[in-house]
């Protein structure tokens, strides 16, 4: 015989734990009573002295006493405040362990901070939807799809030398100012996709606007989800909106759709994971960064790529471009050596290319994509071959040639070079309001290299 109760309802606490503030320290928070029930990543509320009630999450425990790091500022926090944790059915907390957003389709076109919450003043989105999970794990390697067709990127440089499919992630890899922001939106804008997923993480707030009105535009505006948090932002929040925009992109993808998931940056994404690990007492190991950074790194990078095979034997895609910031051209600092190894190529901009008014400045010598030839025809790759090794001798050669120490004639080689060289720069120019497709950017490619072939 069952019982004549209800069903619990999974979304409803069915008890409250409440705790005490018995220190601050720096940027984390001492709890007291919250043992037993409370695990690492739980989010708890603090009541300020002044009632203002601040949101946290637990990130450590030493012995009984939990240490968190609250979402928004610790003024007003002091010892002796309440701290309350919903305590839900202990069977759901695989569930919902580390937060969950309500995402639906009314998220296109507008920008959110971590917690889903407008940043674009127009207005509330509606609360319905299926509640995704924020640390959700990547999906299960034996059931994800193989990566789909070539993906349409609308930039001559990355069709033709870093060409992708639907799946693949990549990384960028640029130093400040060299044209990050104007790339990402360009791809936002022209790739062939359902949808684009923006993280902006710990970009300074004029930059937001900046990127959003200017650099992404109404139309490229209209096809997004934009999840931002400012430089001024906790740690927290920073790392926040990337599980918050990886959410949002898991939502689309699971519904079929090809998403496309830009991040800038990784590295601040990385910086606030450190900023949390040495809060909580971890040790810096590799310049500065606790080992929980390139624990956590890989289990965000790895939840882009393709989806599971769905019932339908179909699946949807994330494809996925993540920044990292390279400082004074040191491309083998960790975090960037770290994202190398994990994603399935790499794009580097040049400060000597944007120097030179080459926009976008890639440098597609330095730039790879795994995918490549296996993605293109036998045509294409020989195109492709042609013409970096055409750019490698000229870059090898330039020098040489413009001080006079190089006469034509004594390499053919070089002589084609020289002569074909400028003009591939020509077709890798881009300027930001132009599309170009996949045939259109080889037909510009092909255009050069047989034009030279014959004079
Ligand atoms: N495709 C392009 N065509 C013409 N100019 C460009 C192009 N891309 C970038 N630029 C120039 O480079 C400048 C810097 O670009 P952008 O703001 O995109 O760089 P960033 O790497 O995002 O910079 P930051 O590190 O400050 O965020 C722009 O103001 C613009 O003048
Ligand atoms: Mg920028």
Known sequence: ???????????????????????????????????????????????????????????????????????????????????????????????????????????????????????????????????????????????????????????????????????????????????????????????????????????????????????????????????VATSDTSPLMRREAAYAAMAAAEYFRDQGKSVLMLMDSVTRFCQALREIGLSSGEPPATRGYPPSVFAELPRLLERAGPGPVGPNGKAGQITAMFSVLVEGDDHNEPIADAVRGILDGHVVLERRIAEAGRYPAINVLRSLSRTVPGCNSAEENILVQEARADLATWEEMQDMVRLGAYRSGNDPKVDKAVRVAPAIEDVLKQSRGENATIAESFDALRGVLSLHETS
């Open 1 to 227: 015989m069952r019982h004549a109760v209800a069903e619990p309802r999974h979304d409803v606490p069915v008890g409250i734990l409440e705790g005490r503030v018995t220190g601050l320290s720096g940027l984390s928070v001492s709890l007291s009573g919250l043992r037993d029930f409370t695990g690492v990543g739980d989010r708890v509320t603090i009541f300020g002295l002044d009632g203002r009630e601040t949101g946290a999450e637990i990130v450590a425990f030493r012995d009984d006493t939990a240490i968190a790091m609250p979402y928004g500022s610790l003024e007003g926090i002091g010892s002796g405040c309440r701290a309350v944790f919903h305590l839900f059915d202990q069977t759901q907390r695989r569930r919902r362990a580390g937060g969950t957003l309500s995402i639906n389709g009314s998220w296109q076109g507008r920008v959110v901070d971590p917690m889903g919450r407008p940043m674009d003043g127009k207005g509330p989105l509606p609360p319905d939807g299926t509640p995704q999970r924020l640390h959700a794990p990547p999906p299960d390697a034996a059931l994800r799809a193989r990566l789909g067709p070539r993906i349409d990127l609308g930039v001559r440089a990355l069709n033709l030398f870093t060409t992708c499919r639907e799946g693949q992630r990549l990384g960028l890899f640029a130093g400040s100012g060299v044209g990050k922001s104007t790339l990402l939106g360009m791809l936002a804008r022209n790739t062939d996709c359902d949808v684009a997923v923006i993280a902006l993480v710990g970009e300074r707030g004029r930059e937001v606007r900046e990127f959003v009105e200017d650099d992404l535009g109404p139309e490229g505006l209209a096809k997004s989800v934009v999840v």
